[in-house]
């Protein structure tokens, strides 16, 4: 009974650590270290456990909703009226106000968590002491994370338009994450179709962000443009100009942001009709600007669409030219049909079972890690 409970302690652990392998959004996850088992002090959290992986995608979820949220509140939300009506009512107002309160304390409650949570160090050892974890961390990504938790709604108090602005300028910092992120994701980069997402998702993001610059820009614009301005020309279009002694008047925010990301979308990709154009001097340095961003993007991104494409159907290509080979030996052979129809056979289920991986290549690995883990199998 006891050599049954150790076994099923032992098959708990393997499934827990390959629970969070799977999760993990690290990219120092060795095989060397598992092969030990770490002395790990009383509230201390293995960076490779189930609970710290999934953590970890909470938290990547955030940093996606920070990104996409934060520079359209600082931009499009940030009214007159909205103002009044938060110094009225609280956070009750706006479920995005406290969508980014329970941001920041998650933020903050993050923080805490990397205090104690192991690190490997640079002999391949998974360090768990305190002082060791919170030196390592106050050297690394401390200060991104420190600034991008800091609740600047609740420290700044808010007494005009220019105050709400520097509040909305300073809740981009929370951006910084993203750094963070990128560098976890660069585990996915050998998937070539991983990789094609996420280069779609950061050139929708880019786009969104030029578009709230766009409107931003607009908006300032509006009130020394003598009317030219795009939001002007915007309001006339739809039926709905501008007018100062009528409170909200003017397009819709959804028209307004509709129509700044159809104009960052449409510069970045070099397709523009120019239906939506820069008039103003602002307006045309920064459209210059979204030009260039959208040729460097084409160099760096779309240029290589082909490459990851190809890298895709690689398999498929390396399987039709090793079945060429062997229906030429069979050729020149002249092996009889019986024969060659087992010999394809066995060819295609040795490709489905091994994936065109010389196993004896592998096995000959002189690594104490593989020899270990060849062992287990």
Known sequence: ?????????????????????????????????????????????????????????????????????TPYSATFLLSDQEEAAIQTCGYSCSPLNVVDLIVDIMFLVDIIINFRTTYVNSNDEVVSQSSRIAVHYFKGWFLIDMVAAIPFDLLIYRSG??????????????????????????????????????????????????????????????????????????????????????????????DKYVTALYFTFSSLTSVGFGNVSPNTNSEKIFSICVMLIGALMYASIFGNVSAIIQRLYSGTARYHAQMMRVREFIRFHQIPNPLRQRLEEYFQHAWSYTNGIDMNAVSTDKSSALKHILLKI
């Not at 032992?10 to 002395?39: A, C, F, H, N």
Request: charged share 20%; glycine share 8%; proline share 3%.
């Open 161 to 254: 338009e220019e105050t709400t602005t520097l509040i909305g300028l300073l809740k981009t910092a929370r951006l910084l994450r993203l750094v963070r992120v990128a560098r976890k994701l660069d585990r996915y980069s050998e998937y070539g179709a991983a990789v094609l997402f996420l280069l779609m998702c950061t050139f929708a993001l880019i786009a969104h962000w030029l578009a709230c610059i766009w409107y931003a820009i607009g908006n300032v614009e509006r009130s020394s443009s003598a009317g030219i301005g795009w939001l002007d020309n915007l309001g006339e279009q739809l039926g709905r100009p501008y007018n100062e002694s009528i409170i909200g008047s003017g397009p819709s925010i959804r």
């Open 1 to 69: 009974a006891i050599s049954g409970r150790r076994h099923l302690n032992i098959d708990q652990d393997e499934q827990s650590e390959r629970t969070g392998g799977v999760l993990s959004l690290g990219d120092d996850v060795l095989p060397e270290y598992k092969l030990q088992t770490p002395r790990i002090q009383k509230w201390t959290i293995l960076h490779y456990s189930p609970f710290k992986a999934v953590w970890d995608w909470v938290i990547l979820l955030l940093v996606i909703y920070t990104a996409i949220f």
